[in-house]
């Protein structure tokens, strides 16, 4: 598993001071791109001059409590599932207390730059997300 410790800023809020719904995906992505970082893939490198792209073909999240500006999170991502073209990760964004308060799915397609279709995952990033399922 992965984790990356974060705290919930007023940008992330809505006018009652709880974190914005959609906001938790932009917390979730920060993440993916630590994520990216540990196991060898920049996210610039991938953008600038990889040969694919790792687009995200789905999202979903369920919110079990509300997080509000200031309280200190910790996400956790774990990947739950790789084929041969898509990888599947789950982020678990956990209270101050150690209680998941959401968690969200997000599925990664790898697609080829030049033709825009998808394209088998290389194997290198398929043995590095390995080691995080």
Do not use: C, W
């Not at 993440?31 to 789905?58: K, R, T, V």
């Amino acid at each position: 598993m992965f984790s990356v410790a974060s705290t919930v800023k007023l940008h992330h809020t809505d006018a009652a001071g709880v974190l914005f719904f959609v906001n938790y995906f932009k917390i979730a992505h920060d993440a993916y791109e630590e994520f990216l970082e540990a196991i060898g893939l920049d996210i610039a490198y991938l953008i600038n001059g990889s040969p694919f792209l790792l687009l995200i073909a789905h999202a979903e999240a369920d919110y079990k409590k509300p997080q509000r500006v200031g309280d200190k999170i910790t996400v956790e991502i774990k990947v739950e599932h790789i084929g041969n073209s898509s990888f599947t990760l789950v982020y678990r964004i956990i209270d101050a207390s150690g209680e998941e308060a959401t968690s969200v799915k997000t599925v990664h397609a790898a697609l080829d730059k030049k033709t825009g279709k998808v394209i088998r995952l290389p194997e290198e990033l398929k043995a590095n997300l390995k080691k995080y399922q």
